[in-house]
Each structure stands twice: as structure tokens, then as C-alpha cells.
């Protein structure tokens, strides 16, 4: 009876450390479906964006000992500034019906900011500053990581903070209008190209404040966390149905539960293949996601 | 020489692969899942020599015929989204090969020596070439003529009804449907002889590298194979071998230029050429202006 209790507490507790580190993926998953929702296409590079923004907030804070406001604001600018570079270089100039070409393209920048950032560190994985490690909250049984609940309401915040602008904003508008029918809002004189730049830049600021969030709560900064975050991004986006914010928070939150409990049950070298049988199991049973809108159209 | 052969060897193994792409990518569909076939293909012919002492072509028909299986059930699922989803289903599949054989371990002891594969440690002493004194050049004459019949068979296929099938799902799926196109069977009939290209590259590739780590399978080389066919554009299997010469050539080529940065070249590259030619390099276009150009130099002979 005393073993069961202690698994039941055990699983529990992994439950709500996974659901608290959920909002990083839940922000990378706001992110992938920010985009898809406005021009309809996937920018496989934005999880690099966001992680070259933790890299850049990094490099300030070893240079320059900058404190925690500063980092995040940095990684999120770098991360903006990026976003809105992979815009020019890899969606502005191709025809807009020719998703495949695009999303390629966003490969090769994936592929190319995680050459850079390769070089830059040699490969070898940097260590993060971890904030408010020390706290730790006991309730009952249970123990409340401060740096977990920390990146959680980091993760509130920003959500916040996005839906305020697009739903309370000229500028949330004007994403909105042209994510739903972007010829009518041509006809209305908004420009598609500043208002999918825009849309670019801000799905970066929210990256690269996941990616510090991301990188706080593990404490290391590797290149070879791109591709995962990439994925499991996707992942998170998929299930919560492509262009769905609310989706992709719950699918963020319910994802990062997911695979802690995973990892507790089965260890940390299954527990990615597990989340994406998950993704299978959702594709066979519910291929719009939790909220998607039926895709009609490729 | 060697070093030759094997570059050789390199650009017939991912014509392979860009050729299993290519099917696909006639039906309209961008599967990363290729390398994930490969993967398989690899493993199951290697176990099969290894571990069960085979011959090497039944070893590679049997993976063939395992990847094709796979490709067949993961069809389904896959297909029933479109286009991006398809791409993220097929990226997290190939990625779920990948860990399967990062933890996967099969070790049996044969003549005293341990072998099999490792989990992390990967696969090593797929000895069967040497073992049955295989020269290089027999080898890649081996691999080269599988090239040679599945561009063959491709191309055939092409010109009969099935290439129009392909092609009309390809280009409008709810048109295709309209004349009494069964779409879903066309796709998953695409995928699975993409996985059973697939399964045939990952046997060759096998033999010939002699050692498989889950390395060699990540999304780097699926997108190398769907690179291909893109770069070389859905109008002619020729363009994905000019593609992967051309690529392999450039790689090699940046190697001795720029070392260990040749990676942001490719990714560089692949960005540049989807903005100026998002139809692939060989598109309709420059076929007919190939054309045009041949014709010209022929009647300038004759007259």
C-alpha cells in the first residue's frame, strides 16, 4: 500500500513538473501555429530562431553579466530580429500557393543557424543560468520547483501579453484579417508583406522568450536540443490544431506532462518516441488536432 | 581510386533515395520519412547477413519487402493529412526510427565474436562484402545496377497510365477524384514503393558502409533525399540523378574550400534555389529550353 501511494505520488509529481515545463513547448507551439495561421505555411526554422535567441541572451550575459530582465529581453529581440530575417530570405519572394518551396527553404535556414551556431561553440553544450533553482516549495508530498513555476508564469505572461495584442490591437487585427482571407484584406489596404513580417517578428519575440525559458529550466544551452524542440514544437501544433493558439497551449501543457511521465516510466532514451507515437495516435484518431479547423484546401 | 569508387557508390545510394522521394513527390506529397525506410531496409538486410548468414540479395529483397509493409501501415495514418501535416507526420516518423534503432540490441555470438547491433553503439562488422571477396568495383557495379532498373522502371511507368495517376493526384487532388481517381490508393500506393526504393538503398548501403550508426539516419539525410527531387524537379527522374551529382559534387567540392562549414553552404543553397526556381531546377521550363537547345545543334550539323 506504502508502494503505491509513493508511485501515485511519484507520477503525480512528474504530472505537474512536466505540465509547468509544457509552457515552453506551448509558446513554440503558439509560435508554429501563429504563423501557419497567417500565411498558411510552416517555418520548420522557428524553433532555431528561438534557440538562437537564448544563444545571443547568452553571449550578452557572459560578456556583459547582464541580469535576468535583460537576458530575456534580448534573447526575445535577437530572436524577433531573426524571425523576421528567415521572412525575407525564406517566405517573401516565393509565389504565395507554393507551401512545399517555402517550408523547404525554412529547412535550409533550419540547417544553416544550426551550422552557425555549431561553430560558434564548437559543438560543446553551454551551461544556462538557471533562475530561482534554489526555491523549492513543499506542499504536502509534493515539492514545487521554483525555476519550473518561474518559466510557467513566464510563460502566462507572454501568452497574455500576445493575446492582448492580437485581439485588442490595430496590429492583432490586421494578422487576424489577413489570416483569414487575405485578399479581402488587400482590398481593405492592409500590406500582407509588413503584416506577415510583423506576424514573423512577433512569433519570434515569443520564441525567443521560450527558448530562454527553455534553456533556464534545463540549465544548458546544446545545439543538439534544436531538432527535439523542433519537432516536439510540431508536434504540439499538430494536436492542437494548425492555427489554434488555445490548442497549442493545452497540447503544450498536455505534451509536456506526457513525456515526463514517460521519462519517469521509462526512461529518458524512449520517452521522445513515445510522444511521437502520440503524434500517430492523434493523426488516426483526430487528424485536425484538438481545435484545428478542417483543412480543406492543401 | 578508392575514394572515387565510394563517392560513386555515395551518388547511387541517395539516387536511391531521391528516386523513392521522387514517387512521392509526383503524388504532391513531401515525405521526411525516407530516411526512416532506409533505416529499416539497412538494419533488417545487415541482421539478415549477420546474424542469419544470408545471401545478400534475398537479404535486401526481404527489407525491401519490410519496408514496403511498414510504408503500406504508415501510410495510412500519414495520409489522411495533407500536405504540411504530412510533412511534420513524416519528420516525426522518420525521427521515431531513429531513437527505435538508438535503443535497439540484438548482440548474438557467432565463431566467438559478439555481433549485431549495439543500441547506441550502432551496428558494426556487416562484413559480407569482404567476407565473399567482393571487389570495389564489383560492388559498385552492383549498386549501379539497381540505379539503373529502378530509374528504368520509373521512367517506364511514367509513360504509361499509372505516371498520369500520379501526376493528376499530384496536381489536383480534388480534380483527380472528379474523374474517378481512387486518391487514397494512389497515395499509399506511392508511399509504399517509396519505402520499398527506400528499404532497397538502406540494404546497398549497408554492405557497402559496412557499419550502421543512428547517426547516418537523421533528418539531414531525409532531407537530402527530398531535396533531390526537388532540386531536380518532378518532370524527369534524370533531374534528381543531375541533382544528386550536383549536390554531392558541390559538398565534396565545398569540403576542400570550406572544411566543416560546407553544412551552412547546403542550407544556404537550398534557400537560394527555392527562391529563384520554387518548381525545382529542372522544371518544364528548363527541360524545354534543353530541348530547344539540343534540337538547334542538330540541325546546324545536318544543314
Redesign the interface.
Known sequence: MDDFWFEFVEITQSIGDGFLFGSTYALIGIGFTLI?GAMG??NIAYAATAMAGAYSSLAIFIFFDASLIIIFIVSAASAAILGYLVYL??FR???VH????????S??????????IV?TTRGSPLSFPSMFAEAYFEVGPYGIRGDLLFVFVIGLISTGALLYVLFRTRLGLATRAVAQQDVAARLCGMSIHSTNSTTFAVAGLLGGIAGAMTAAAVGILSPVMM?PLT?KG??V??IGG?GSIPGAIIAGLFVGSFENVVMYVRGI??R??YV??L??VF??FR?NGLFGKT?TR? | MDYFLNLINTIGIHTLLGLSAYVLLLTGQLSLAQAGFFAVGAYTAAILTVIFGWNILPAIGLGMLSTGSLAFLVGFPALRVRGLMLVVATLAFGEFVRMFFYNFEWRVIQEGVEVGPEGTMGFSEIRYFAEHGWTNWEVTSLIWVFVVIVMALIWWADQTRSGAVLRAVGEDELAAGTVGIDVMVTKVAAMTVGGVIAGLAGGLYAHQITMLDHHAFTVLLATFAIAYPILGGVSSVFGTLVAVIFIQGLLVEGLRFLGDWRMLLFGALIVVVMNVKPRGLFDSQMLRWIKNALRLRFSRGLS
Do not use: Q, R, W, Y
Request: charged share 15%.
Open positions: 501557419f505555411k510552416l530570405s525564406c519572394f516565393i509565389p507554393n507551401h512545399l518551396a517555402a517550408m523547404m527553404a529547412v535550409g535556414g533550419l540547417f544553416f543557424i544550426d551550422e552557425v561553430h531538432l519537432i510540431l508536434i501544433t499538430v494548425l532514451d524512449e521522445d518516441m511521437v507515437a503524434l500517430f493523426l488516426i487528424p483543412i492543401d
